[in-house]
C-alpha cells in the first residue's frame, strides 16, 4: 500500500514539475547544456551560437526538466503519507495542459503575422 | 543513419502510436456496448490493453524524432525560414513543446492504467489519454506538413 502511494506520489509530482521546470527553462533558457549539431559539440550551460550553425538548446531543456521533475518525485515519494495523501491526481494533466497554453501564447507572433 | 530512413521510422511508429491512442481515447470517451458497425467495433476496444504499448511507442517515436532534430534545424528550419513561413515554423516549435509535455505525463498515464478498474481515478485517466491524443495527432499532423513544405531529401 506504502509502495503504491509513494509511487504514485513520484508520478504525479513528477509530472507537475517536470512541466513547469520545462516551461521555466525555455521561458528563461535554463538549459542544462547547448548541442551545436553543424559541429557536433556538446557544451555545459546555454551557450551562443558558434560560428557556421545554430545552437541547439532542446535537449537541455529537458536534462533541467527531467532533473528537475524526478528530484521532486523523489521527494514526494519519500514524503510521510499525511504530506501526500491528499494530492490530486488531476494535477498530471492540468499542470502540462496549463504549460501548453503558455506555449502557444508565447509563440503566437508566429501564427499572428 | 541516413535521415530519410530515420523519418520513415519516426512516422511508422507515430501512425502506430496515433492508431493505439485513438482508439483507447474514443473506448474511454464514447465507448460502444454493443457493437455494429465498424466506428463501433473501433471504439468498443478495452482500452487498458493499450496503455503499455502507447508507453513503449510514444517513448521510440520521441527518441526518433530527436534523433532527427539536428537534420531538421540545420537543413529544414533555414529553408522555411527563407520561404517566409512563420506559421509552418510556429507549429514546429509547438510540437517539440507539446512532445515533452506528452514526456512528463508518461509516468502518471502508465500508473493510473495499471488499474483500470479504480473509478476513483476513471477522470485522471481519461484526461490523461486525451491529452495525450491531442499531442500525437497535433504533432502527427504538423510533421506531416512539414514534410510535405520541404520532405528531406528534397
Known amino acids: 500500500m ?11 509530482v513528477f509530472g507537475v514539475v517536470f512541466s513547469l521546470a520545462y516551461l521555466l527553462a525555455v521561458w528563461k533558457n535554463y538549459a542544462l547544456f547547448t548541442y551545436h549539431p553543424a ?9 551562443k551560437a558558434r560560428e557556421g550553425g545554430p545552437a541547439m538548446y532542446w535537449y537541455g531543456w529537458i536534462a533541467t526538466a527531467g532533473i528537475a521533475g524526478a528530484g521532486a518525485g523523489l521527494i514526494a515519494a519519500i514524503l510521510p503519507a499525511r504530506y ?28 499572428l503575422h | 543513419m541516413n535521415p530519410t530512413i530515420l523519418v520513415i521510422l519516426h512516422a511508422l511508429s507515430a501512425v502506430a502510436l496515433i492508431g493505439a491512442l485513438t482508439h483507447q481515447a474514443l473506448a474511454v470517451w464514447w465507448s460502444a456496448r454493443q457493437p455494429v458497425h465498424f466506428v463501433q467495433r473501433f471504439r468498443a476496444v478495452p482500452p487498458a490493453v493499450y496503455a503499455n504499448a502507447i508507453v513503449v511507442l510514444y517513448l521510440i517515436t520521441f527518441a526518433l524524432g530527436g534523433w532527427l532534430y539536428p537534420d531538421y534545424r540545420l537543413n529544414i528550419r533555414v529553408v522555411l525560414e527563407q520561404m517566409e513561413l512563420p506559421m509552418a515554423n510556429g507549429s514546429f516549435e509547438l510540437k517539440e513543446h507539446f512532445a515533452v509535455m506528452g514526456l512528463s505525463m508518461l509516468p502518471a498515464y502508465w500508473y493510473f492504467w495499471r ?40
Not at chain 2, 479504480?118 to 485517466?125: E, G, Y
Open chain 1, 2 to 12: 506504502n509502495s503504491q502511494r509513494n509511487l504514485s506520489a513520484f508520478c504525479v
Open chain 1, 39 to 47: 559541429i557536433g559539440a556538446f557544451a555545459w550551460g546555454a551557450e
Open chain 1, 84 to 111: 501526500t495523501l491528499r494530492l490530486w491526481s488531476g494535477l498530471a494533466w492540468l499542470a502540462p495542459l496549463c504549460a501548453m497554453v503558455v506555449f502557444g501564447y508565447i509563440l503566437r507572433n508566429y501564427f
Open chain 2, 115 to 154: 488499474a483500470p478498474a479504480d473509478q476513483s481515478h476513471a477522470r485522471t485517466r481519461a484526461f490523461l489519454t486525451a491529452l495525450l491524443a491531442f499531442i500525437v495527432w497535433w504533432n502527427f499532423l504538423v510533421g506531416h506538413v512539414l514534410n510535405n513544405i520541404r520532405g528531406f531529401g528534397a
